[in-house]
């Protein structure tokens, strides 16, 4: 497929799809022949880390849209023998060779195909914040029991036996029955009094317990990160306005 210098360049990056139009991935490299004709194209699948299945152009289409559209599915494509992202080297014989019996291609004989550079471009980075939790110890919570002696006063209702003398007189009629004599005499009264009587028992009164529950709080997160800006410096007849 005989390709512009602009058209090569505009190929890094762009679409690849199968024969049957699903997408493979997107051109890595391009290689060209000593006449400057693209012969192969690396293709980033995405499953190949740090390398690129190879695709033949040959027979191969671009698209109106850019995409470029190979004779082959996507199963063929990305079982390819593959080269390492960002080579500057051409590639070999023995790569060819596996390359050719690969996509059952007729071997050609020739210089080895050279990669072609792409269009000027640098990476731009940045920092990002990647903000978790993780946890820590906050200290520890424990119950602990004491014994304290405190006053209680209260009251109780006591009994206690009072004399009252009584004077009653002998009525006429009832002299006869009583006893009359002169001399010393003593009577006894046995007389109760209650007092307070103090005793302790011990009764469980409640049940204390710690409970735990997970509070979320926003709490808010301050860093520094950096990232790059990108300077071009075009002069200003090549410059186009955009």
């Known amino acids: ?39 192969w194209v690396s ?20 698209q109106p849209d850019g995409r470029l559209q190979v004779p082959y599915d996507k199963a063929t494509v990305r079982s390819a023998p593959s080269v390492e992202t960002g080579t500057d080297q051409p590639l070999g014989t023995d790569q060819l060779t596996q390359l050719y019996r690969h996509y059952q291609l007729g071997e050609q004989a020739g210089p080895a195909p050279q990669r072609m550079p792409g269009a000027p471009e640098v990476v731009r980075s940045e920092e990002r914040l990647r903000v978790g939790t993780e946890s820590e110890p906050a200290g520890t919570a ?41 001399g010393e005499e003593q009577r006894e009264m046995e007389l109760r009094a209650e007092h307070p009587v103090v005793a302790k028992e011990q009764v469980p009164v409640e049940r204390v317990r710690l409970n735990k529950d997970e509070v979320v709080e926003e709490q808010p997160v301050n860093a520094q990160v950096r990232r790059e800006l990108v300077d071009a410096d075009v002069p200003e007849r090549a410059r186009r306005n955009r």
Not at 44 to 51: E, I, V
Not at 145 to 173: F, G, L, M, Y
């Open 43 to 62: 293709v980033k699948t995405g499953t190949m880390g740090h390398h690129e299945s190879m695709a033949p152009l040959q027979a191969a289409r671009m």
């Open 142 to 182: 424990r119950l602990s029991k004491r014994v304290v002696t405190e006053n209680v006063q209260t009251s109780v209702p006591v009994e206690h036996d009072e004399v009252t003398v009584i004077h009653e007189p002998i009525s006429e009629a009832d002299r006869n029955a009583a006893r009359a004599g002169i």
């Open 1 to 39: 497929m005989r390709l512009t210098e602009q058209q090569v360049r505009s190929l890094y990056g762009q679409d690849v799809q199968d024969r049957s139009g699903a997408k493979i991935g997107s051109v890595g490299q391009v290689w060209a022949d000593p006449a400057g004709e693209a012969t």
